[in-house]
């Protein structure tokens, strides 16, 4: 995977030996562990570490970028038993960065995971990988066998008195699983079917017990925070938005792949150390946040920087920090049929709302690809979404509509095209050019 | 039903979870099984389900959830082939297409020769890497122009 | 207590509501579908969205907590908005032909839609059909329907305690199903058929009999087990069409067990008698009723005549109503009798009562109770709904322990068990109750060695605040019935709690109120059989079924000078033994009272008109002793009859109830030589009507008896689960098929009763003899 700039040497400076540095040796030599260890020898209280990651402003890398230290907050003190559950289910279409966390720098997690068992008085944790890498869930065993033994997981962790320990677990196949209550669900043996809320997992999560889950590159960002101090951490990105971000760039660009940057950095930044677009072509819109971040359009995301803020003020999410870069010779209609299909297949089956309508929006904007649209059809697609949207227990539902609402809005022209014209306003010649892209629909589509 | 080998590697995945939890093994559990079976029968999954302590629906509907478990037989190799956007950007359906042509098979079918089934897979978290497959579940394999795939189908013996 | 507003209505409500209970509480209707009061919430339907104050999306009322100042609006236009998004998804791939399905007219879905619902589709895709499922011979499926809320998943896994149903795959997708191949063998199954609020889940006998709004609906009372469900029976043209539950908190809930729900097959049965029949020179013949009456009326009155009063006996049915029940004793005692029971399958009546034997409580004070002891109970089969609410009860942290001679998985956790051949279960028990002694620091003086469990079931006991020892079937059907009736009232006096019976019969509380017991110097049940009298009157049992050895019963009734049996059915047996049949009514055709376990009267009147020629049991034994020319027999409805018995009114509770014993030989161990018998009697096979309800005939709970042993037992023996072996007590050996039942103890045999394949083996209790076929 491309890098260019590693700024959290407990992360990404590891990256450029490959499979060769992610041994708790290297992680070691690279600074690694030694914040859980100032921390036990400090004797640094849960609150202090707990205030220590709110100064930094670290927010949440799984999606919804809420505050981490806050969400530590929330654990209820007097409880006996609590977990902490990491989030590496990693299912989201275009994010592709806990994967190479767990490959490069397992112990970077596991560190995270040990320092938040501290800080909210859990001795047991879960790390949650999903299936389709199951070779890194077997790395991640190793690693963990490697920290036992080290003496940072069990009994009296460095002789200071701290029990944790830790395990995988695997998923087989399921987006859902990435939602934190089906992820619970999950562990528990079950289908990763999404719990109601409230309550809520610092209330009642795990085996009934209070849980905290963050995603993967949450818990490894963690030993960074403690090791430059919480305000630096802050101070590397921008105000609201602590630290710096792996952003998964995929699509059509030269140089797909992960990239550290710091909050805050403009779009074209990290357009440009990717490679740039692919032959040459012209950006034609970004999806900036994972396929459910809705998409926008080249001149909107050009004049981006890449935080929480900005993103939202452009009409979309930063999310997981997955970039679909889509260039002119993409039809919108195909992507998003192809999306919609997505969440269609992967709904798990319990609200009425996402399980009947995920389908039906599948199925109206599978006859517009197909030259069978009609012109009210663009119509139902906003009032379906609108009937979807914030109607479920959980958000896949708003997942599965916010691509159809954001396409509708930035390049409707395409849809109604393909409705008025049954065949594509993209004209086929440049289509062609980028031939790397057909969707599986592609057979009596109107392209 | 199941081998020794087998339920040795269940019993460390059960000892994984406090006690009385062992059905957060049956995904661990089932996974082993269908390695051991090549699928999941309805016996299988039963058998898995007595061995938890859980009811046999309870574990069939874990079954039948997520995507990776097989409750059909499939071919020696089983090739599931990421088509989703990010991948389809970059060739994923390329990818499919080719291995289409090259076995004589449609997704969800199998090689008259029982030797490959063909998948079509959601995202696995590897888009970087489009076109993505994996191999039997668990082995992933990245950039999949035609050449790497010739050389996959030839590694498959 | 918080106060919130609801529609504008200000109202209080206990912390902990949700939106949904307080909307019930102020008279609102939400409209919902996966919503259940007695089932956890799932809040996946989205039918019951509701608009709150400051939440900028609908909220779930069923799932959303109630808060202190919180303002909801369930007709506002972001409410009612919601509502109609999602009643649209519902029907898209719903089909939409009511006029042919099973449900139309009683359909939530379908009356919701009618409110919610746009008037066109814009649904234009194709739509989903789904596989239908076989789940058994009670339950019809039409899967296209299902809208997934899992209302009947829920209630597998949570009342019912098995999860016999899931929701495999996902998405649109997802299916209801049983695991492959399997049924759902609950034997509280039909209550998935009223809780699908589509029809996707009906009831199979009842498919396409008729249409809901055809049917009258009638309260009635359930004459099967002990907790008289209250029950809505529904008729055309006087036929019985379907049986649903009226729902009383205080007995059944809103639940019915199978058998209260679909044995009114049995009335529409082939063998209901329509004419009184008389067995003339060896013939039976149709005859009217008077001649059928005259016959009988000099039929015992020759024999009380000839032999004394004390040569005619009565066997009564414990389903009898308390109506015919007391009438047949008065009749008894008209001719000069004191031999009269309803206790058929019980075989020991030693001890003084001090009252008429009960649960002890209230039904509806099982749930509150912090610690149980059942005791001799097939509890699951013979109690489907208190076992229910045990199963409820220790949910909430109830301490449930069991001293038995089965280990059914009861499908609850236990605190203790102590599991033994039945001859041994009097000692077990004084085990417990000598360990509750000593922790209670009070007297027990018998000799026996306390067991570790024994000692971990008293430390349950003691521990609680509320406790109580239940006895069951299978305790009073004890051959040392009377012991175990003993300790435990010890057992209760040293915990200071409080036992009962749970009852075996829809009457058998009633039937000591009725006086069908037999007076001073009368024979009980048993001895009545086992010194056969010339003459006997029959209400409404099967003696050779329905008493504890039905072999000695035929040979009684063979015997005798004459036989009158008064039952709904004609049967080969009766046919056999009985001079005279009178068809008499089922309980759906005549006015009547059942007590049940709590002791709570409950009349009914007649759903339906009777069968034929058939009349109501109290009506023919009326004449009857009017014939006799006996005195007092001028009742002019049941109601006269059920006055002069109780004096009050119905739905009362009885005074006299009390289970206090005394005068008991008390004696602990007693072995048996060769096998113990442990005889249940499986639910379908309990009483006349129950035995001819078809499609319950065809559950697994009715398969034929077999011989169940433990593996060291079948070892001994040299014989296979699945081979056949001989059993015997004397002669007549029946071929059974063995299997294995790893829950019994060494040296027993499970065989169940109530059924003529196992006739031969007479007694429900003592030892058989076993061997390979
Ligand atoms: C449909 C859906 C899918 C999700 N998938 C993921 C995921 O793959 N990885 C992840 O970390 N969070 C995912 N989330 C977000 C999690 O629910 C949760 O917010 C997150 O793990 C919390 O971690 P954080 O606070 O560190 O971001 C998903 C949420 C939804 C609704
Ligand atoms: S919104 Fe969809 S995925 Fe989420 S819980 Fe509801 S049905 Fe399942
Ligand atoms: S009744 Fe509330 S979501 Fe179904």
Redesign the pocket.
């Known amino acids: 995977m491309a890098l260019i700039e590693a700024i959290n040497p407990l992360l990404t400076a590891g990256w450029a030996k490959g499979d060769a540095g992610w041994g708790i040796k290297e992680y070691e030599a690279r600074g690694g562990y030694q914040a859980l260890k100032r921390i036990l020898a400090e004797k640094m209280t849960q609150d202090q570490v707990i205030a220590e990651v709110k100064t930094s402003v670290l927010?949440?890398?799984?999606?919804?970028?809420?505050p981490?230290g806050l969400?530590w907050s929330f654990m209820p003190k007097g409880a006996p038993v609590k977990y902490v559950v990491c989030?590496?289910?990693?299912?989201?279409p275009g994010?592709f960065k806990?994967r190479d966390i767990l490959r490069y720098d397992p112990h970077a997690v596991i560190e995270g995971m040990i320092i938040a068992g501290y800080a909210v008085g859990a001795a047991l944790g879960y790390n949650y990988i999903?299936g389709e890498i199951f070779e890194l869930y077997e790395r991640f065993e190793q690693a963990l066998a490697e920290a036992r033994a080290a003496g940072y997981l069990g009994k009296n962790i460095l002789g200071a008195g701290l029990d944790f320990d830790l395990f995988a677990h695997q998923g087989w196949g399921a987006?859902?699983c990435?939602?934190?209550?089906a992820?619970l669900e999950s562990i528990e043996g079950k289908k990763g079917q999404?719990r109601f809320k409230p309550p809520f997992p610092a209330q009642v999560g795990l085996f009934g017990k209070p849980t905290t889950?963050?995603?993967?590159?949450?818990?490894a960002a963690i030993p960074f925070v403690f090791r430059i101090g919480g305000s630096a951490y802050l101070d590397l990105g921008k105000p609201n938005n602590g630290g710096t971000k792996l952003f998964s760039v995929s699509g059509h660009v030269n140089k797909p792949g992960n990239y550290e940057v710091p909050m805050g950095t403009p779009f074209a930044k990290l357009l440009e150390m990717a490679g740039g677009m692919r032959g040459g072509r012209k950006l034609k819109a970004v999806i900036p946040g994972g396929s459910?971040a809705p998409v926008l359009s080249a001149d909107i995301i050009m004049d981006c920087t890449l935080d929480y803020d900005s993103i939202a003020k452009a009409g979309s999410m930063l999310g997981?920090g997955a970039v679909i870069v889509m260039d002119e010779t993409v039809c919108m209609v195909q992507a998003l049929e192809r999306l919609s299909w997505f969440y269609y297949e992967e709904s798990c089956g319990q609200c009425t709302p996402c399980r009947e309508g995920t389908g039906w929006l599948h199925k109206i904007i599978h006859r517009i690809e197909h030259g069978q649209g009609r012109p009210e059809d663009l119509d139902l697609l906003l009032e379906l979404g609108g009937n979807i949207a914030g109607r479920t227990i959980?958000?896949?539902g708003d997942?599965a509509v916010l691509p159809v609402q954001g396409m509708l809005r930035h390049f409707r022209a395409e849809f109604e095209y393909h409705i008025e014209h049954k065949k594509c306003l993209v004209p086929r010649e440049v289509q062609k050019a980028g031939s790397t892209f057909h969707t599986r629909m592609m057979a009596g589509a109107a392209c | 039903m199941l081998s020794q080998e087998s339920l040795k590697r269940i019993d460390g995945e059960v000892a994984k979870y406090p006690a009385g939890q062992q059905q957060s093994a049956v995904m661990a559990a089932l996974r082993i099984a269908q390695e051991e079976k090549g699928w999941l029968a309805g016996e299988t999954i039963e058998f898995v389900a007595g061995y938890l302590g859980m009811p046999a629906i309870a574990a069939y509907e874990v079954a039948s959830f997520y995507n990776m478990y097989d409750l059909q037989p499939v071919g020696k190799y089983k090739l599931t082939v990421c088509t989703n956007l990010p991948c389809a950007l970059s060739g994923g359906v390329h990818a499919a297409d080719y291995l289409k042509q090259k076995l004589g098979i449609e997704f969800n079918e199998t090689t008259p020769d029982g030797k490959f089934t063909l998948k079509e897979g959601e995202c696995m978290g590897a888009c970087g890497d489009a076109p993505v497959m994996l191999v039997n579940n668990v082995r992933m394999k990245s950039f999949m122009t035609p050449d790497e795939i010739e050389k996959l189908l030839a590694e498959c013996k | 207590m918080l106060e919130l507003e609801i529609d504008g209505k200000a109202l209080q409500v206990a912390d902990g509501s949700t939106v949904i209970d307080a909307a019930h509480q102020a008279g609102v209707y939400i409209p919902h579908f996966c919503y259940h009061k007695k089932l956890s919430i799932a809040a996946n339907c989205r039918m019951c969205l509701v608009q709150v104050e400051k939440a900028p999306k609908p909220l779930p009322a069923c799932a959303t907590p109630v808060t202190n100042g919180m303002k909801v609006f369930t007709h506002s236009d972001m409410a009612v908005k919601a509502q109609q998004g999602v009643m649209e998804f519902l029907l898209i791939n719903h089909p939409l032909d009511c006029p042919i399905c099973d449900q139309g007219g009683e359909c939530q879905l379908q009356d919701l839609a009618v409110g919610y619902g746009g008037s066109r589709s814009r649904y234009q895709e194709e739509k989903r059909v789904v596989v239908n499922k076989n789940l058994g011979p009670l339950v019809s499926t039409d899967m296209t329907r299902c809208i997934n809320c899992t209302r009947c998943v829920r209630f597998t896994q949570e009342i019912a305690g098995q999860m016999e149903l899931g929701q495999a795959f996902r998405g649109d997708r997802a299916e209801i199903m049983p695991f492959i191949e399997k049924t759902v063998d609950s034997e509280l199954s039909g209550n998935i058929i009223d809780l699908c609020p589509v029809g996707a889940l009906t009831s199979k006998p009842f498919r396409f009999a008729a249409r809901s709004w055809e049917l009258a609906r009638r309260q009635s009372v359930s004459p099967h087990d002990a907790l008289g469900s209250n029950l809505i029976v529904q008729v055309k043209h006087d036929r019985v069409y379907r049986v649903l539950p009226f729902e009383n908190e205080d007995i059944n809930e809103c639940w019915l067990s199978d058998k209260d729900r679909f044995s009114y097959e049995g009335l529409n049965s082939g063998e209901r008698l329509t004419k009184p029949m008389l067995k003339q020179g060896g013939v039976w013949k149709e005859v009217e009723w008077n001649q059928a009456l005259d016959y009988a009326a000099h039929a015992l009155r020759d024999v009380a005549n000839e032999h004394g009063g004390g040569a005619v006996g009565a066997l009564v049915s414990p389903h009898a109503t308390l109506e015919e029940m007391v009438l047949a004793g008065k009749l008894m005692r008209g001719l000069g009798s004191e031999n009269i029971d309803f206790r058929l399958r019980r075989s020991d009546f030693s001890g003084q009562r001090a009252g008429v034997p009960w649960l002890g409580m209230r039904i509806a004070e099982l749930n509150k109770l912090d610690r149980a002891l059942v005791v001799g109970a097939f509890l699951r089969k013979d109690h489907p709904l208190i076992a229910q609410r045990l199963r409820q009860a220790a949910k909430r942290g109830t301490q449930v322990s069991v001293i038995h001679s089965a280990d059914d998985d009861l499908l609850m956790p236990l605190a203790g068990k102590l599991i033994a051949a039945p001859s041994q279960l009097p000692e077990r028990l004084a085990q417990v109750v000598k360990a509750a002694a000593e922790l209670k620091g009070a007297a027990f003086d018998m000799k026996v060695a306390v067991s570790p469990e024994a000692k971990q079931i008293a430390a349950s006991l003691v521990s609680g605040q509320n406790a109580a020892i239940l006895l069951g079937n299978f305790a009073q059907q004890h051959a040392k019935a009377a012991t175990l009736n003993w300790l435990a009232q010890q057992l209760a006096e040293i915990l200071g709690c409080r036992f009962g019976f749970l009852g075996e019969a829809a009457n058998s509380v009633g039937g000591y109120a009725a006086g069908a017991v037999p007076g001073a110097n009368g024979l009980d049940a048993a001895r009545m059989l086992a010194e056969p009298r010339q003459a006997y009157l029959v209400l409404g049992a099967e003696a050779e079924l329905d008493c504890a050895d039905g072999r000695q019963a035929l040979a009684a009734l063979k015997q005798a000078a004459s036989v009158i049996v008064l039952s709904p059915f004609k049967s080969a047996a009766a046919l056999e033994y009985a001079d005279a049949i009178l068809p008499i009514a089922p309980f759906t055709e005549t006015s009547g009272t059942f007590v049940n376990a709590e002791g709570r009267v409950q009349s009914f009147q007649a759903v339906n008109r009777p069968l034929g020629e058939t009349r109501p049991g109290w009506k023919v034994l009326r004449v009857l002793a009017n014939v006799l020319k006996l005195d007092g027999f001028d009742h002019e409805s049941s109601e006269d009859v059920r006055e002069e018995c109780l004096g009050g009114t119905g739905g009362a509770l009885l005074d006299s109830l009390d289970n206090a014993i005394s005068g008991v030989a008390v004696e602990l161990a007693a072995s048996a030589a060769g096998l113990e018998r442990v005889a249940e009697v499986p639910i379908h096979f309990a009483d006349p009507l129950v035995r001819r309800a078809e499609s319950l005939q065809r559950t697994k709970d009715a398969a034929a008896p077999t011989a169940r042993m433990n593996a060291a037992t079948l070892a001994a023996l040299r014989v296979a689960a699945g081979s056949p072996v001989k059993v015997s007590r004397g002669d007549a050996p029946s071929i059974l098929v063995a299997a294995l039942d790893a829950g019994l103890a060494d040296n027993c045999v499970r065989i169940a009763a109530g059924h003529a394949s196992t006739l031969n083996l007479g007694a429900l209790t003592g030892a058989l003899k076993v061997e390979p076929a």
Do not use: M, Q, V, W
Not at chain 1, 178 to 181: A, D, I, L, N, T
């Open positions: 927010r949440g890398r799984g999606g919804a970028g809420f981490t969400k989030n590496t289910d990693e299912g989201e994010t806990d999903h987006y859902i990435g939602e934190e209550s992820l999404p889950i963050n995603n993967t590159e949450t818990f459910s997981s959980c958000a896949l997942a």
